[in-house]
């Protein structure tokens, strides 16, 4: 299998496709960036990928399976219809779109193709401790659930940003950060949402005046689940992670606690990892063992890109948690 790359805008697309270079029998055809900078960074992270070519020529390359993107997120939706028109399947950064029209524009053409459209939800496609609290609420572990919440915090450092995070190309901090937790929240539930509520606002992170560097919002699944998460740009500068990233699960029986990216709760630097915590009535709190930390989703993708089963997404549910965050973002009361 061969992959084109297509936009480098943004630091995830090297997580997107170092995974896919390891997988055997897979290769990439080449990349095109715009940004000579961006070029120059991605060819020293994979010398092994020499070709820079024309967007087009990777889109219309018959050798090429799959095209990868971390594009400005608002060229994303339109370059995804374009792949899908050309027989292409698509994996896109987090968000994958930020208008609706983009959204059915892309649906339109993915459905029309066959292909499979593939999002990058890295805080949950890349951590293993995500599988195991799903695998655990599926066995009861904390009875029936109650209420489940997140915070996905982010360090922004503005003075390092591209100028387009700064205007309507962005998209907005719910479609962005948020995205996650929408994702998280539809997956680990397996409902859709009922009523949601969102609120944005700006604190003064960064001196741009149409920037929102803060977000929530509340859910109600479909089965009367509720929900709550936090989305912000407010890291400090002394943490040493980008962002202090977490869900709570709550259950009649128990309670689950994922800690994405670090324990602050340690001073130990070899401990400085996150981990998975749970307490339910039969268990005092315990640290649960997540013993196989390797990727699965490379693998998953490759399968699912051969017919049969999406293994690394329910189709009808990507869609709909892409159409929901786009309600969030546009729907959100704006308290600063």
Same mark, same amino acid.
């Not at 003064?204 to 005046?209: D, I, K, Q, S, Y």
């Not at 649960?288 to 017919?307: E, F, I, K, N, Y």
């Given at each position: @299998? ?14 997107? #496709? ?8 897979? =290769?990439?055809?080449?990349?095109? *960036?715009? &940004? ?16 820079? *070519?024309? *967007?087009? /020529?990777?889109?219309d390359?018959? /050798? ?9 997120? *608002? ?6 219809a ?33 292909k ?14 995500? &599988?195991?609290a799903? !695998? ?7 009875g029936? +659930?109650?209420?489940?919440?997140? !915070?996905?915090?982010?360090r922004?450092?503005? !003075?390092?940003?591209?100028?387009? @995070? ?27 949402? =009922? ?29 009367? #689940?509720?929900?709550y ?9 002394? =943490? ?16 689950? &606690? ?5 324990? +602050? =709760?340690?001073?130990?630097?070899? %401990?400085?990892?996150?981990? +998975? ?8 709190p ?5 013993? %196989? ?7 998953d @993708?490759?399968a699912?890109?051969?017919?049969? /089963?999406n ?5 009808? @549910?990507?869609?709909?948690?892409? &159409?929901?965050?786009?309600?969030l !973002? ?7």
């Amino acid at each position: @299998m061969k992959f084109g790359v297509i936009g480098l805008n943004h630091g995830h697309i090297y997580l997107m #496709v170092r995974p896919l270079l390891e997988l055997p029998g897979v =290769s990439c055809a080449g990349f095109y *960036a715009a &940004e000579d900078d961006l070029a120059g960074a991605f060819t020293q992270a994979f010398p092994g990928i020499s070709r820079r *070519a024309a *967007a087009a /020529e990777l889109l219309d390359d018959p /050798e090429v399976d799959l095209i990868v993107s971390a594009a400005i997120n *608002a060229d994303r939706g339109l370059l995804a219809a374009q792949a899908f028109g050309r027989g292409k399947h698509v994996f896109l950064d987090k968000p994958a779109v930020t208008t609706p029209l983009d959204l059915a524009r892309m649906r339109q053409a993915q459905q029309a193709s066959g292909k499979r459209l593939f999002v990058f939800f890295s805080e949950r496609l890349e951590n293993p401790l995500d &599988e195991k609290a799903r !695998q655990l609420v599926h066995q009861g572990a904390v009875g029936d +659930l109650v209420h489940l919440s997140g !915070q996905g915090p982010h360090r922004l450092r503005w !003075q390092d940003r591209p100028a387009w @995070m700064w205007d309507h190309r962005y998209g907005g901090i719910l479609n962005d950060l948020g995205s996650h937790q929408v994702d998280w929240f539809c997956w680990m539930t397996g409902q859709h949402i =009922s009523y949601c509520a969102a609120r944005i606002g700006r604190f003064g992170a960064a001196p741009h005046t149409n920037f929102d560097d803060f977000g929530d919002a509340v859910l109600t699944a479909a089965n009367g #689940v509720t929900g709550y998460f936090r989305v912000d740009w407010f890291t400090p500068e002394k =943490s040493p992670i980008w962002g202090d990233v977490r869900s709570t699960i709550v259950g009649t029986r128990g309670t689950i &606690e994922i800690r994405r990216t670090i324990n +602050l =709760s340690t001073l130990d630097p070899a %401990d400085r990892h996150g981990h +998975l915590l749970l307490i339910n009535d039969s268990l005092g709190p315990t640290r649960v063992d997540v013993p %196989d930390p390797s990727r699965h989703w490379p693998a998953d @993708m490759l399968a699912s890109m051969h017919g049969g /089963e999406n293994r690394l997404h329910d189709e009808a @549910m990507l869609w709909y948690v892409l &159409e929901t965050t786009l309600h969030l !973002q546009a729907s959100a009361v704006r308290v600063r």
